[in-house]
T-cell receptor
């Protein structure tokens, strides 16, 4: 079945440090890939997405490239801020036609803490 | 602004009680979903609905029930059969049956008294 594996956290960085959160996946079909962010006490917000191989998703300084050859979708940011402290979830979705639905499969989440 | 509203934010349940979590969306989305989140784990799908008056079990439906009588509403009932209900519950919606991307509410935290 489909699965997503994220690097284990928590990840602790100083402000302006470089961030990488690794995400690899296994899937049948041709998945779309997503990064969601969850701030304390809130729901998930879509951070970025990529729908096909070699696509790069980007938003708020975060980037991730859909690498089909390595089945990866690593999240990166060049200079993190305290306000980036949150839980980050990698997810994949495989759309199916007909009466099927597009299920999202989530990784376990990575807690990021950024110190001033 | 359009969005998903979950209520209440915090909910307490006594042993043997059923409780209902509310989820309302004004995004005019066809599909709605309920997820359960436990510490250190990803989200697990409880139920989903692609269209009014239709819903399907997700990966962990036992002990839960739902209804979809209106497009904008998808309430979740946690029954007494759910032996470990303490968790953070998230409702989501998507514009169509393809399901991507999904938009989330702010969640309801359920605890057992």
């Amino acid at each position: 079945g489909d699965s997503v594996t994220q690097m284990e956290g928590p990840v602790t960085l100083s402000e302006e440090a470089f961030l990488t959160i690794n995400c690899t996946y296994t899937a049948t079909g041709y998945p779309s890939l997503f990064w969601y962010v969850q701030y304390p006490g809130e729901g998930l917000q879509l951070l970025l997405k990529a729908t096909k191989a070699d696509d790069k998703g980007s938003n708020k300084g975060f980037e991730a490239t859909y690498r089909k050859e390595t089945t990866s979708f690593h999240l990166e940011k060049g200079s993190v801020q305290v306000s980036d402290s949150a839980v980050y979830f990698c997810a994949l979705g495989v759309s199916a036609g007909g009466t099927s639905y597009g299920k999202l499969t989530f990784g376990q989440g990575t807690i990021l803490t950024v110190h001033p | 602004d359009g969005g998903i509203t979950q209520s209440p934010k915090y909910l307490f349940r006594k042993e043997g009680q059923n409780v209902t979590l509310s989820c309302e969306q004004n995004l005019n989305h066809d599909a709605m979903y309920w997820y359960r989140q436990d510490p250190g784990q990803g989200l697990r799908l409880i139920y989903y609905s692609q269209i009014v008056n239709d819903f399907q079990k997700g990966d962990i439906a036992e002990g839960y029930s739902v209804s979809r009588e209106k497009k904008e509403s998808f309430p979740l009932t946690v029954t007494s059969a759910q032996k470990n209900p303490t968790a953070f519950y998230l409702c989501a919606s998507s514009v169509d049956r393809a399901g991507q991307p999904q938009h989330f509410g702010d969640g309801t935290r359920l605890s057992i008294l």
